[in-house]
């Protein structure tokens, strides 16, 4: 396959987890955005949140994209936000075919409430936050992507597959 698979979609709808298995089962190295961010910045997500702030996270991961682009054949799991703004929507198209995962508010909640390292959901009202952000960010999710998943009802096994199937054929290898 030329170019790479892509995984785009919010907080807690398993693209790490399905990133690793897309890895294994292609044998195609897995770049998790946030691990990068986070090896080059020296410190974990949190803490960049705390110490240098949201904007200059956002900043890192446009760069982190930008340097992706010279690379192929790798699996990209990304941080639920990267779609906020048009230029990495446009870098996240450049770099391959881009996969959606989609999970239900009551599944996210559940799924990212077993830790919190997620600084956008540390406060009061992570089910608020979650309902808010869905809304604002599901057009964004859906402008950039090539494929929508919704993963409620799915086994990993049947999200991997579908994921191969449908990037052979988009890559015309099939
Ligand atoms: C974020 C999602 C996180 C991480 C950061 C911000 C977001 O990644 O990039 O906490 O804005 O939705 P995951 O989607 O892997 O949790």
């Known amino acids: 396959m030329q170019g790479n698979i892509v995984l785009i979609g919010f907080m807690g709808t398993g693209k790490s987890t399905i990133g690793r298995e897309l890895s294994k089962m292609l044998s195609y190295p897995l770049i998790d955005t946030d691990h990068a961010i986070a090896k080059k910045a020296g410190k974990s997500i949190p803490k960049i949140f705390a ?13 982190l994209l930008e340097e992706l682009l010279e690379k192929e054949g790798n699996i990209i ?4 936000g990267i779609v906020g703004s048009e230029r990495n929507r446009n870098i996240l198209r450049r770099l391959g075919y881009v996969v959606w995962l989609a999970a239900s508010p009551e599944e996210i909640l559940d799924r990212t409430s077993r830790n919190n390292n997620r600084p956008l959901l540390n406060n009061e009202d992570p089910s608020g936050t979650i309902l808010r952000l869905l809304a604002e960010r599901s057009p964004l999710y859906s402008e950039a992507s090539h494929l929508n998943i919704e993963t409620d009802q799915l086994c990993f096994d049947e999200i991997c597959n579908g994921i191969i199937e449908s990037a052979r054929y ?4 099939k």
Not at 77 to 80: C, D, H, Q, R, V
């Open 51 to 63: 110490e240098d702030g949201e904007e200059a996270f956002r900043k890192m991961e446009t760069d």
């Open 170 to 173: 988009h890559y015309g290898t």
């Open 77 to 80: 799991a990304t941080g639920g």
